[in-house]
């Protein structure tokens, strides 16, 4: 049958359709941790949805994802699982993505977040430089590179070296912490922060201001997006949830 649903119309159906799918039942009596910490459920081992098996670098991990599984209630709700989430991402990505992950992560250090500064109000400009400047102070004393400032959102390049020298501090990680290292990229926007994030040189409430100061100023001028918080309040949950598996990484 013809309808007169436009393109866009028909994305937002399929993808409303898509999230208010029920969510599968749980299927499952008891939660375990087997050999090589996997992950068990009724003795079976999880798979990853790549199918490869959920095994955790150690045991803290383990018992962080499998207390989420344990926690589903009725339902297996996967948004309320985010480190199961990162810890599936980190095995699926680890090793043939490697590459592509450090590529992209370079990319992000060419275009930092904490070098594209407003020139106005004076509120911003202040805010911008007490949470922004320590991550360049960070980056000069620790990786020996100088990244430049500029004001406005037009991208100015970087030097090779300075880049060189983030991707050669990501090179550095195992796999594992690779990939939080670059999901913890992609939330905050800044490659140098996160590097600060999974060394420890930077703390949780530390890392979450500097990632969001030019939404908490505009929540301070104009008040709270209904919409927006709850994708603020996502954010959150997976930025925590990265964070918990790095200090579970120890």
């Not at 070098?115 to 400009?125: H, K, S």
């Not at 406005?152 to 195992?174: L, M």
């Not at 908490?216 to 709850?230: L, N, P, T, V």
């Not at 949950?237 to 990484?249: E, K, P, R």
């Amino acid at each position: 049958m013809m309808t007169d649903e436009t393109d866009d119309e028909r994305m937002i159906r399929l993808s409303k359709d898509r999230y208010e799918r029920p969510l599968p039942k749980r299927f499952y009596k008891t939660v375990g941790i087997g050999e090589g910490n996997a992950i068990l459920l009724d003795g079976r081992a999880v798979k990853t949805p790549m199918k490869a098996p959920l095994q955790l670098p150690n045991r803290a991990i383990a018992e962080a994802v499998a207390a989420e599984w344990e926690a589903q209630v009725g339902v297996i709700n996967p948004g309320a699982m985010p480190i199961t989430k990162y810890a599936n991402t980190a095995i699926d990505r680890a090793i043939p993505e490697r590459d592509m992950v450090l590529n992209d992560f370079a990319s992000y250090a060419g275009s930092d977040l904490v070098c594209y500064r407003a020139d106005r109000p004076p509120e911003l400009v202040k805010l911008q430089s007490l949470h922004w400047n320590p991550v360049l102070e960070d980056a000069q004393r620790v990786l020996s590179a100088h990244f430049r400032m500029t004001i406005g959102i037009v991208h100015i390049p970087q030097d090779n070296t300075a880049i060189a020298a983030a991707r050669a501090a990501a090179e550095a990680y195992d796999p594992f912490r690779l990939t939080l290292l670059y999901n913890l990229t992609t939330l905050t926007g800044s490659a140098l922060l996160s590097l600060m994030l999974l060394s420890g040189r930077a703390g949780e409430e530390q890392g979450w201001a500097a990632a969001n100061v030019d939404e908490d100023y505009q929540i301070s001028q104009w008040g709270e997006d209904e919409e927006a918080m709850r994708r603020r309040a996502s954010r959150r949950q997976d930025y925590v949830a990265l964070l918990q598996l790095v200090n579970l990484l120890g």
